[in-house]
């Protein structure tokens, strides 16, 4: 008994910003019962306002007084609250709560770009992502403390981050190279960190998931230590994500080291549960199919009722999807998995102006041919939109139009 009143009396501990509201708000009632007390249907006119205007400031105070209280409550488990409207705030994570279930499975920053799009209709998303990147700063900090590539997992938390825009950019904040911590990232540092702690990368995800306030969750598609493989037409093959473009040839097919890594138990959950599926957009071969080739991944997008989308990049890219026509992407995806792993495939139609890709042919990368014919001769349905956008002459995905594309084929359903 008395440590349920010691606990009740800390509520009005100096600095919780508590006590006025609840003081404001018992104002409110004891007006509220004087003057519904007084209240009279005869007598002096005056005395008759009187009582009825303490009935409606009693309303109004007490009304005050428990906005004033549950936004106090909302600032701290909601931080990214603060300066809203009450109202809008409820009604918000309401209606995301309410959204499709999307699942986007994928790595890199193409995926990244979609979530940011989609979390403004939904928080119903869940991003699988990729940990086979061995390159930059995700590869030095796995070989340093034997821990699996943070860097796609960062991007895709950051993506569907509701913090505060700081909190975004902290995560996001990369050292210079004048630094011990050259070319490493806040985001990465923190997740390697937290892993060393918790001693598990997936709990290490849920807990970071918390600080940034998640509009949906990032799911790793396999826990394993693994490799990415490349095979090429010539029968060589190279090991390692970050090694396969620099070859510059053919490639036949992509795979893990060690073989048939298991899926993680909540990718699969939520690719059952998916009301759409997005491959891409992103890397044919380093992002999007290491995916693919994990253990489970296939037969459940294969086995699910969802609509599943392939979002086809805009540009091929050199030493991995030299020449590639819509068409080439999407066989690369079958051979690697099943003919039921699509059943669109989302093509850009807006124009790139002739300097851009200029620019892109020095690098050996061209525009992306669009072969409907063959597409559909595949068993696929071809959709063509414009998604496309040039920022500071670098060919982008627009996130926001490319989220309410995705977002229209829930009417399918």
């Given at each position: 008994m008395k440590t349920n009143s010691i606990g009740i009396l800390k509520w009005f501990y100096p600095g919780i910003g508590i006590k006025r509201w609840v003081g404001l708000s018992a104002l409110g009632v004891a007006l509220l019962i004087l003057g519904t007390a007084n209240l009279r249907s005869e007598g002096f006119w005056l005395l008759q306002f009187l009582d009825a205007l303490i009935v409606i400031s009693g309303i109004i105070i007490l009304i005050l007084g428990i906005k004033r209280?549950?936004?106090?409550?909302?600032?701290?488990f909601v931080p990214?609250?603060?300066?809203?409207?009450?109202?809008?705030?409820?009604?918000?994570?309401?209606?995301?709560?309410?959204?499709?279930?999307?699942v986007a499975i994928g790595g890199g920053t193409g995926l990244s770009v979609l979530l940011s799009g989609l979390k403004n209709y939904s928080s119903n998303i869940s991003a699988v992502v990729t940990v086979a990147d061995n390159?930059?700063?995700?590869?030095?900090?796995?070989?340093?403390?034997?821990?699996?590539p943070p860097g796609d997992i960062r991007n895709c938390l950051v993506a569907l981050a509701d913090a505060p825009t700081l909190m975004r950019d902290l995560f996001q904040f990369r050292f210079d190279k004048n630094s011990e911590f050259?070319?490493?990232?806040?985001?990465?540092?923190?997740?390697?960190v937290m892993t060393r702690l918790t001693g598990d990368f997936e709990k290490a995800i849920k807990e970071t998931s918390k600080v940034l306030a998640l509009r949906g969750q990032v799911i790793p598609s396999t826990l394993g230590d693994i490799s990415l493989v490349a095979h090429f037409h010539d029968g060589s093959t190279v090991v390692g994500e970050d090694q396969i473009p620099k070859i510059r040839k053919p490639i036949s097919k992509v795979t893990l080291t060690p073989e048939l890594p298991l899926a993680t138990p909540d990718a699969l959950k939520a690719i059952r549960e998916a009301q759409i599926i997005v491959l891409g957009p992103g890397s044919l071969y380093t992002s999007i199919i290491p995916n693919l080739i994990i253990k489970g991944i296939s037969k459940a997008i294969t086995e699910s009722e969802a609509i599943k989308v392939y979002v086809c990049n805009v540009m091929t890219q050199?030493?991995?999807?030299?020449?590639y026509t819509v068409s080439d992407h999407i066989k690369a995806l079958v051979r690697h998995s099943s003919a039921r792993v699509l059943d669109y495939c989302l093509v850009n139609t807006g124009e790139v102006p002739k300097e851009v890709l200029e620019r892109y042919s020095k690098d050996n990368s061209t525009f992306v041919i669009n072969d409907r014919k063959k597409v559909e001769s595949l068993g696929y349905r071809l959709v063509e939109e414009d998604f496309s956008m040039i920022v500071d002459g670098v060919i982008r995905h627009d996130t926001e139009r490319l989220a309410?594309?995705?977002?229209s084929f829930i009417e399918e359903i």
């Open positions: 209280m549950m936004r106090s409550f909302i600032a701290v990214a609250s603060r300066g809203h409207e009450l109202i809008d705030i409820l009604y918000q994570k309401k209606q995301l709560s309410r959204g499709p279930r999307i390159g930059g700063s995700s590869g030095r900090l796995r070989q340093q403390f034997d821990v699996l050259s070319g490493h990232s806040f985001g990465n540092l923190f997740l390697t050199p030493g991995e999807t030299d020449g309410k594309i995705i977002l």
